[in-house]
């Protein structure tokens, strides 16, 4: 999007968070987004692209990923495990239009993930955006002794690092 529209990074990551998507209609030709260049100068820089216009920026590079993933994922023998769902997380995986093309690329058991619900998670940290953190932090908190190869004192984990967790997500978001 940066490069496409000539913007600077952060322009950029708002337009796709704001307006992005990955399918057209036809409304989109007609919805506007105003942008601004690459000086910093709104007046001078000021102008507009249609939603459909950023959409064909996005969609090409998403499919791009998604290929990407496949090809690793194939390449790791994914194919032949039991359960081959994946699950998408991060702020990208709340693109409009990611949850119907994820399945043509790389597969039927595609879904988006979510964060579980966890006691004293605030509501702005339930989104797929964190499923990622709170899955780790959940992980963290819960070891399995099988997957790890050096012993942690139990009194250095559990609750407090949930405590810890939760405590961070609600100090920044």
């Given at each position: 999007?940066?490069k496409?529209?000539q913007?600077?990074?952060?322009?950029?990551?708002?337009?796709?968070?704001?307006?992005?998507?990955?399918?057209?209609?036809?409304?989109?030709?007609?919805?506007?987004?105003?942008?601004?260049?690459?000086?910093?100068?709104?007046?001078?820089?000021?102008?507009?692209?249609?939603?459909?216009?950023?959409?064909?920026?996005?969609?090409?590079?998403?499919?791009?990923?998604?290929?990407?993933?496949?090809?690793?994922?194939?390449?790791?023998?994914?194919?032949h495990?039991?359960?081959?769902?994946?699950?998408?997380?991060?702020?990208?995986?709340?693109?409009?239009?990611?949850?119907?093309?994820?399945?043509?690329i790389?597969?039927?058991?595609?879904?988006?993930?979510?964060?579980?619900?966890?006691?004293?998670?605030?509501?702005?940290?339930?989104?797929?955006?964190?499923?990622?953190?709170?899955?780790?932090?959940?992980?963290?908190?819960?070891?399995?002794?099988?997957?790890?190869?050096f012993?942690?004192?139990?009194?250095?984990?559990?609750?407090?690092?949930?405590?810890?967790?939760?405590?961070?997500?609600?100090?920044?978001?």
């Amino acid at each position: 999007i940066s490069k496409g529209l000539q913007v600077p990074w952060a322009v950029a990551e708002r337009i796709k968070n704001f307006y992005g998507g990955l399918v057209a209609t036809g409304i989109d030709d007609r919805e506007r987004i105003e942008i601004g260049g690459q000086s910093g100068d709104w007046e001078k820089d000021r102008r507009t692209v249609s939603r459909s216009e950023l959409i064909g920026i996005m969609r090409p590079r998403v499919e791009e990923i998604l290929e990407e993933v496949r090809l690793r994922l194939d390449a790791a023998g994914f194919e032949h495990l039991p359960s081959q769902q994946i699950v998408l997380t991060g702020g990208a995986s709340q693109i409009p239009g990611l949850d119907g093309l994820a399945p043509k690329i790389l597969g039927n058991q595609v879904r988006i993930g979510r964060p579980l619900r966890v006691q004293g998670l605030p509501q702005a940290a339930t989104g797929p955006g964190f499923a990622s953190a709170v899955g780790l932090s959940l992980f963290a908190a819960h070891p399995q002794d099988e997957w790890w190869d050096f012993e942690v004192p139990a009194d250095h984990y559990a609750g407090r690092s949930l405590r810890w967790a939760v405590k961070w997500f609600k100090d920044n978001w």
